[in-house]
């Protein structure tokens, strides 16, 4: 395995685990205990973890930004159950946007085997997983790339995204929260996704569970009547009101609570 391998295997299982011990990865990966170290000042000079005694534990800043690569591999079985939740709530003929996210991606899998659909996304791995799907149109927003999360960004997108009313759009956060509203890491992307919002006669917010209660660097959003929410699990008694008193279609894909 390449270094660059094992130093993204590591980083999932932290994203999983949100901790790691230098003992248990060296004989995971069958390395020295002084190859997981390098690994892990190599994460730290990066900013995605802390290193501790003996291992390390996830960097939790509110403007970390995870590599999309890694963000594919954690709540995958979540995210899937969103995916199936949002396809079903789109309809032949439907207008769409798609922002750049995992959940994204894997939305776009579910919505392959329509017959007619448009989508305007800012995701590079979007643009490409709909390609050669016959009935389905993909317009791209152009503009700049962020190599973190394979996204176009900027204000030539927003220009390109105004151009268009849609149905729907489709878009992620990486937190929720009743008093700081819907958030995100990236200013860049909450611009592109609070100009997706402006152009889209409803906002779909798909969102798994560990995100409530969870607030990140900038709020691009508050939520609002007509809105809807798509989880993978209930949510407690106490947003369940929050959401009802403000007009907001939850939608989930299971009994447990949070």
């Not at 930004?65 to 995958?76: G, Q, V």
């Not at 996210?101 to 305007?120: G, Y």
């Not at 995701?123 to 791209?140: K, N, Q, Y």
């Not at 937190?175 to 906002?203: F, L, P, W, Y």
């Amino acid at each position: 395995m390449l270094a660059i391998e094992r130093k993204n295997e590591i980083l999932a299982i932290l994203q999983k685990e949100q901790r790691v011990l230098v003992s248990e990865l060296s004989q995971r990966y069958e390395v020295t205990d002084e190859t997981i170290r390098r690994d892990l000042e190599k994460l730290e000079s990066e900013g995605y973890v802390k290193r501790t005694y003996g291992g390390a534990v996830l960097n939790k800043g509110i403007s970390l930004d995870m590599p999309l690569r890694i963000r594919e591999k954690t709540n995958r079985r979540e995210k899937q159950i969103i995916a199936r939740l949002v396809a079903e709530q789109v309809e032949e003929g439907d207008s769409i946007m798609l922002d750049a996210s995992s959940t994204s991606l894997m939305i776009a899998r579910e919505l392959k085997e329509m017959n007619k659909l448009t989508v305007v996304t800012s995701s590079v791995e979007v643009l490409i997983e709909f390609a050669g799907h016959e009935g389905i149109r993909v317009i791209s927003t152009g503009g700049t790339l962020r190599d973190s999360s394979l996204s176009l960004v900027g204000t030539a997108a927003q220009r390109v995204l105004r151009d268009y009313n849609v149905d729907k759009a489709v878009i992620s956060c990486k937190g929720i929260h009743m008093e700081k509203g819907v958030t995100d890491s990236s200013e860049a992307e909450a611009d592109m996704k609070n100009t997706m919002r402006s152009c889209a006669r409803q906002t779909i917010l798909a969102v798994d569970s560990s995100k409530f209660d969870h607030v990140s660097f900038v709020r691009f959003m508050e939520l609002g009547k007509g809105d809807k929410i798509v989880t993978d699990r209930r949510v407690d008694e106490n947003w369940r009101k929050f959401l009802e008193e403000r007009g907001v279609e939850l939608l989930t894909g299971g009994p447990e609570e949070l």
